[in-house]
């Protein structure tokens, strides 16, 4: 990622390092690949949200499937694409439990969904015997 961040040199490039270790700090299964710009995953949940618009000052976050969560989050905007604007560092720190939040309830999306396709298995093996 770091030969992204040389190739690119977008003009908040310290705003935009500072939520990446957020976003891949706040749960074990977040990664990062370079897709429109650069992507966040989670392995469990799938695409969580990339990086837009780099190349003009500030971050700004797309969730790729924002309106799945349901907590309270004050930041996010939009109605059907989500998204959260950040002008800088500083910025980004003290959004820093929002988005760690946002991050987890993805996550949790994730592993909801695993727990009910093994429930599922589970249950069409023993209806098999």
């Known amino acids: 990622m770091e030969r992204w961040f040389d190739s690119t040199k977008p003009p908040s490039e310290a705003a ?4 990446r270790d957020i976003v891949l700090g706040a749960h074990p299964s977040m990664r990062e690949r370079i897709q429109y710009g650069i992507t966040f995953s989670s ?3 799938g695409d969580f949200a990339a990086f837009v ?6 971050v700004n976050l797309r969730l ?25 560092p500083r910025e980004a720190s003290a959004r820093a439990s929002e988005l760690r939040s946002m991050v987890k ?3 949790a999306l994730g592993d909801a969904a695993q727990a009910k396709a093994t429930a599922t298995r589970a249950t069409s093996r023993r209806a098999r015997r």
């Open 43 to 45: 392995t469990r949940s």
């Open 53 to 58: 618009r780099y190349s003009e000052p500030g």
């Open 64 to 88: 790729m499937r924002g309106r799945r969560l349901r907590g309270r989050y004050p930041h996010l905007e939009g109605a059907t694409v989500k998204r959260m604007r950040i002008a800088d």
């Open 16 to 19: 935009l390092r500072r939520v």
């Open 105 to 107: 309830e993805w996550c």
